[in-house]
C-alpha cells in the first residue's frame, strides 16, 4: 500500500460526506499524503502553464482536479483528439495537479511550463504519459509513489509503540535520502516539510490506527515521549495552512482530537474558544467548517453551534449551509416520534421492512462501499453483532450504493452476513431522517418509535452500554 495515495484508513471523503470527526475523531478521512498541495506564496493568478497532447479519440476528455476536491478546468479534445490548454498557476515554485483519464496521475505544473501528455495507449508506466519541459517534476512523484508502495506497509499500526516508531523513523530517513539528493531545490525544501508533517501526522494518527487494527474498544497507550517531535509544530501558522497539504491535515486532525463528544456542551464551546483564539484567518475559516459540520440529530449543541457560524463566519456559503443543514436538521425525525418505514431488498431479493422486526430493538447502519468510514466501523458492528446474539436485538445495515452491484461485491468483500439491504441512493426514508451524510447509525424501540435519530457509531463503547439499558 503507498503513503502517497492509499494511507486508505485516510479517506478521500469530503466533510460533508462523512462527518467522520464527530465521536471520536477519525483521523482517516483526511488525506495525509496527496500529492496535489499547492506550493509557494498565493498571488495574482498572472502565471500561465500550458498541457496539451493527444487522447485514443475526441469523445474523451481531461478534468484536471486542484488539492483532491476542486475542479480547475475541464479539457476536450477536438476532431483529431488532440488537445492544448492553458492554466493560471498561483505559486511561485510549482503546483500539483491530478489528471483524471482513464486511471489519475500527478501532473507539476509551474510559470511557463510546456507539458505533453501522451494518452493514445494505456501503459502501466506513467512515466511514458508525461513529457515536455518541466516533466521531471512529474517524474519525481511517480517515483515518489514507487518508492513508497515498495517501502511502507499500513500493518505498520499494528506494531508495539516502540516498534512503529522506529520503523516510521526508518522509513522518513530512506525517503529522505532520496528528496536530498534530488538538484532541483524546490522539490527538495517542499519534501522538507512535507516529511516533517506527514510524520507527525502518522505518529498523531497511531493511538486510534492501533486500535482498530485490534478491533478494540480499549484505548491504546504509549509511552510519555512518544509525541516528541509534535513539541516543534506551530499549528497556527497561516503561511503553512496555505501551502502545505500535510501541515493542513495535522493542523485540523489536532483541533478536531480535543472533541470526543459532539453532544458535551463544555467540548464543544472549548472547541469554539479555542477557534475564536486563532490568529490565522485561513485557519479559523477551516474550524468553523468543521464546526458547522458537528450539527447533528440530536445534537442538544445545534443551535450554540448555528448561532456562533452565522454571527462569527466571513464566508456567506459556509453560513447558507449551515443554516440549510440546522433547519433540515431541526424538522427532521425527533426522538419519540414513530419511525418512518422502509421496504429494500436483501441479498435473496426478497422485501424486507421495518415491521419486520416489531417487538426488538433495531439499530441500523446506513453506508455505503465507497465511504471508508463506514467501512471502518464493520468490525465493531460485527463484534456488536455477536455480543447480542439470541438478544432481542436486531442489526440491520442498509447500502446507499446507487449501484446493486458494487453492494453485492461489499457483501462478499467484506464478508458481511446478517441483515444486509439495499437501499440504493434515494428513499422517502433517508429524507425522513435527512441523512445528509454516511455513515448514519438509528436506534429504534421495539413498538418502533426513534429512540436516537443519530445513535452512536458501533466503535462507541456507549452504544453496548445503551443497548443493554434498553434490553
Given at each position: 500500500m503507498g503513503i502517497t495515495n492509499n494511507l486508505q484508513f485516510i479517506e478521500n471523503s469530503k466533510l460533508r460526506e462523512t462527518k467522520s470527526f464527530v465521536g471520536t475523531f477519525k483521523i482517516y478521512t483526511f488525506l495525509i499524503?496527496?500529492?496535489?498541495?499547492?506550493?509557494?506564496?498565493?498571488?495574482?493568478?498572472?502565471?500561465?502553464?500550458t498541457i496539451s497532447g493527444k487522447t485514443a479519440?475526441?469523445?474523451?476528455?481531461?478534468?484536471?482536479?486542484?488539492?483532491?476536491?476542486?475542479?480547475?478546468?475541464?479539457?476536450?479534445?477536438?476532431?483529431?483528439?488532440?488537445?492544448?490548454?492553458?492554466?493560471?498557476?498561483?505559486?511561485?515554485?510549482?503546483?500539483?495537479?491530478?489528471?483524471?483519464?482513464?486511471?489519475?496521475?500527478?501532473?507539476?505544473?509551474?510559470?511557463?511550463?510546456?507539458?505533453?501528455?501522451?494518452?493514445?495507449?494505456?501503459?502501466?508506466?506513467?512515466?511514458?504519459?508525461?513529457?515536455?519541459?518541466?516533466?521531471?517534476?512529474?517524474?519525481f512523484y511517480i517515483d515518489k509513489e514507487k518508492f513508497f508502495n515498495t517501502h511502507y506497509d499500513g500493518n505498520i499500526y499494528k506494531e508495539k509503540p516502540d516498534v512503529f516508531k522506529n520503523k516510521l523513523k526508518e522509513l522518513f530517513a530512506n525517503w529522505e535520502k532520496q528528496w536530498k539528493s534530488h538538484s532541483f531545490e524546490p522539490?527538495?525544501?517542499?519534501?522538507?516539510?512535507w516529511s516533517k508533517y506527514a510524520f507527525?501526522?502518522?505518529?498523531?494518527?497511531?493511538?486510534?490506527?492501533?486500535?482498530?487494527?485490534?478491533?478494540?474498544?480499549?484505548?491504546?497507550?504509549?509511552?510519555?515521549?512518544?509525541f516528541e517531535e509534535e513539541k516543534s509544530i506551530d499549528y497556527d501558522n497561516a503561511d503553512e495552512f496555505e501551502k502545505v497539504n500535510t501541515y493542513r491535515k495535522l493542523v485540523m486532525s489536532k483541533l478536531l482530537s480535543l472533541l470526543t463528544?459532539?453532544?458535551?456542551?463544555?467540548?464543544?464551546?472549548?472547541?469554539?474558544?479555542?477557534t475564536e483564539k486563532v490568529r490565522s484567518q485561513n485557519i479559523k475559516a477551516a474550524y468553523q467548517e468543521a464546526i458547522s459540520d458537528l450539527i447533528d440529530h440530536g445534537n442538544p449543541n445545534n443551535e450554540l453551534i448555528y448561532n456562533y457560524?452565522?454571527?462569527?463566519?466571513?464566508?456567506?456559503?459556509?453560513?447558507k449551509e449551515c443554516e440549510y443543514i440546522f433547519l433540515n436538521t431541526e424538522k427532521s425525525i425527533k426522538k419519540g416520534s414513530k419511525s418512518p418505514s422502509f421496504s429494500f431488498e436483501n441479498e435473496k431479493g426478497e422485501k424486507v421492512s421495518l415491521e419486520d422486526f416489531r417487538g426488538k430493538l433495531v439499530y441500523i447502519d446506513v453506508w455505503a462501499s465507497w465511504c471508508g468510514p463506514c467501512i471502518s466501523e464493520i468490525p465493531y458492528l460485527k463484534?456488536?453483532?455477536?455480543?447480542?446474539?439470541?438478544?432481542?436485538?436486531?442489526?440491520?445495515?442498509?447500502?446507499?450504493?446507487?449501484?446493486?452491484?458494487?453492494w453485492q461485491q461489499a457483501l462478499e468483500k467484506?464478508?458481511?452476513?446478517?441483515?444486509?439491504?439495499?437501499?440504493?441512493?434515494k428513499s422517502d426514508f433517508y429524507d425522513a431522517y435527512f441523512i445528509n451524510s454516511i455513515p448514519r447509525f438509528i436506534l429504534i424501540d421495539k413498538k418502533g418509535k426513534v429512540i436516537s435519530p443519530s445513535a452512536p457509531e458501533p466503535s462507541a463503547p456507549k452504544i453496548k452500554e445503551l443497548i443493554e439499558e434498553l434490553l
Open positions: 499524503c496527496s500529492l496535489l498541495a499547492t506550493i509557494g506564496t498565493v498571488h495574482s493568478q498572472t502565471k500561465v502553464a479519440g475526441k469523445d474523451n476528455s481531461l478534468i484536471l482536479v486542484e488539492d483532491g476536491s476542486k475542479v480547475r478546468k475541464i479539457i476536450r479534445p477536438n476532431e483529431n483528439a488532440e488537445f492544448r490548454d492553458t492554466l493560471h498557476i498561483k505559486s511561485e515554485t510549482y503546483e500539483m495537479y491530478e489528471v483524471k483519464f482513464s486511471k489519475g496521475f500527478n501532473v507539476a505544473l509551474r510559470e511557463n511550463s510546456d507539458i505533453v501528455l501522451d494518452l493514445t495507449e494505456p501503459t502501466e508506466n506513467v512515466k511514458e504519459i508525461i513529457s515536455g519541459n518541466d516533466a521531471f517534476i512529474s517524474h522539490i527538495r525544501k517542499n519534501e522538507e516539510k507527525v501526522q502518522m505518529l498523531v494518527h497511531y493511538p486510534r490506527a492501533n486500535q482498530m487494527h485490534r478491533k478494540s474498544f480499549k484505548e491504546t497507550k504509549v509511552p510519555a515521549d512518544f463528544n459532539p453532544n458535551d456542551t463544555k467540548q464543544v464551546q472549548q472547541l469554539i474558544d479555542k457560524i452565522m454571527k462569527n463566519s466571513a464566508s456567506e456559503k459556509l453560513r463484534k456488536l453483532e455477536a455480543d447480542f446474539k439470541g438478544k432481542e436485538v436486531v442489526f440491520v445495515s442498509i447500502s446507499k450504493d446507487i449501484k446493486k452491484e458494487h467484506h464478508q458481511l452476513k446478517g441483515i444486509q439491504l439495499w437501499g440504493g441512493n
